[in-house]
């Protein structure tokens, strides 16, 4: 018993491996013509334009 249960467990370690190094190898998709990056700098911007408004709210009060 104590073999299959070594055996299920060995199985589960190398499907998670064979399964992660394929993932790592395919290229990212991009999504409706975005990146990352492009995501990213996106959201910085809207940040900063959120934090000067509320710079600009509290300098006004």
Request: charged share 20%.
């Amino acid at each position: 018993m104590d073999i299959l249960i070594g055996l299920v467990i060995a199985i589960f370690i190398i499907a998670a491996v064979f399964v992660g190094y394929h993932a790592s190898q395919e290229p990212h998709e991009v999504v409706e013509g975005h990146g990352e990056l492009i995501e990213l700098k996106v959201l910085s911007q809207v940040k900063h334009e959120t934090y000067m408004k509320l710079e600009l709210n509290e300098s006004i009060q």
